[in-house]
């Protein structure tokens, strides 16, 4: 199994960045994912999940309206759209496999992770 971010940079309060999260060695359309995020000291915390069709979709509340999470089964790929980046966005993100097929937002439900995408929002 393999989950290979990529998209992350630096951007400017405002901004809008997209990340891609490329799947290998598991039946993708099989399982639900999801987008973490770890900034420095704090915890890792789930900010996105998907269902194994794309078809539900759940957010944390800090990030709702804001960004978007979906699923191309027919490429094996994980995006997370992020609009209206803030500082406090200023973190390393990770994509997620989960153990089932709907996504959740507990850490606890996630076995495999990417190396994480670096992602830095300047005021």
């Known amino acids: 199994v393999q989950l290979v971010e990529s998209g992350g940079g630096l951007v400017q309060a405002g901004d809008s960045l997209r990340l891609s999260c490329a799947a290998s060695g598991f039946t993708f359309s099989s399982y639900g994912m999801g987008w973490f995020r770890q900034a420095p000291g704090k915890k890792r915390e789930c900010v996105a999940a998907?269902?194994?069709?794309?078809?539900?979709?759940y957010y944390v509340d800090s990030v709702k309206g804001r960004f978007t999470i979906s699923k191309d089964n027919a490429k094996n790929t994980l995006y997370l759209q992020m609009n209206s980046l803030t500082p406090e966005g200023t973190a390393v993100y990770y994509c997620a496999l989960s153990q089932g097929w709907v996504g959740t937002l507990e850490f606890k439900d996630y076995g495999t992770w990417g190396q994480g995408a670096q992602v830095t929002v300047s005021s």
């Open positions: 998907t269902s194994a069709n794309g078809g539900r979709t």
